[in-house]
């Protein structure tokens, strides 16, 4: 039961590249979420998905884009990364209320 | 807007002692209230919620709505408790189990 995987677990780039990371679930959720976190400022929403081709800005979107063409899959791109995008982040989907998370993926923007 | 706010972000207690994370919250309707935690190289995971009233672990949380608070507490810590935890809103404005999380408190639990 591999439940909700994101990759790279790790990824070091340069600021002004473009990054995705890639989440991807087996449960069939409806919801999907990106969430960064960074100390003193805890779980921050970025975007979030409420089923296929449907999207929606979360409390800090600027910089960051999403697609879902497919209910299992929840890529998130940096477009052009900056440093203040040096983060761990995480994706979730949901059931029933609960949110189930991914491993994270520590992105660090040199 | 709905905030969650947790007032520690480092708590440390000895192994026996009990433990109250603190968190409170802002919202002007009927929310639904969330603790996770991260554990050392674990995924964030639920520990408990208001609703379902259960003890996880032996930790339990009661909303008290007239002080806007969903502290958690455990009678006698356990060094395994040490993570971090972390205080979530769901309400209305959140469709979709959308959560505003607090900003995290780190447990250590010392022998």
């Known amino acids: 039961d591999a439940g909700i995987t994101q990759s790279p677990r790790y990824k070091i780039t340069e600021t002004g590249r473009q990054v995705t990371l890639m989440c991807h679930q087996t449960?069939?959720?409806?919801?999907m979420f990106w969430y960064r976190q960074d100390l003193g400022h805890g779980l921050r929403l970025i975007y979030y998905s409420a089923a296929a081709d449907i999207t929606d800005k979360g409390e800090v979107p600027d910089g960051y884009v999403v697609s879902r063409s497919k209910t299992e899959n929840f890529p998130l791109t940096l477009e052009s990364a900056t440093r203040s995008q040096t983060s761990v982040y995480f994706c979730?989907?949901?059931?029933?209320?609960?949110?189930?998370f991914g491993e994270g993926s520590r992105l660090t923007v040199l | 807007a709905q905030r969650v706010t947790q007032p520690e972000k480092l708590l440390s207690v000895f192994k026996g002692a009990p433990v109250e994370l603190k968190c409170n919250y802002s919202y002007s309707g009927s929310p639904e209230l969330f603790w996770y935690v991260q554990y050392s190289r674990q995924r964030l995971q639920l520990l408990l919620r208001?609703?379902s009233r259960e003890s996880i672990k032996g930790f339990t949380a009661d909303l008290n709505k007239g002080e806007t608070s969903f502290h958690l507490k455990k009678p006698f810590a356990q060094e395994e408790d040490s993570a971090m935890y972390y205080c979530a809103l769901s309400g209305p404005e959140t469709s979709g189990s959308r959560l505003t999380f607090g900003e995290g408190t780190q447990l250590t639990v010392n022998p």
């Open positions: 208001h609703i």
């Open positions: 979730a989907s949901s059931r029933t209320g609960e949110l189930f």
């Open positions: 449960w069939s959720h409806s919801y």
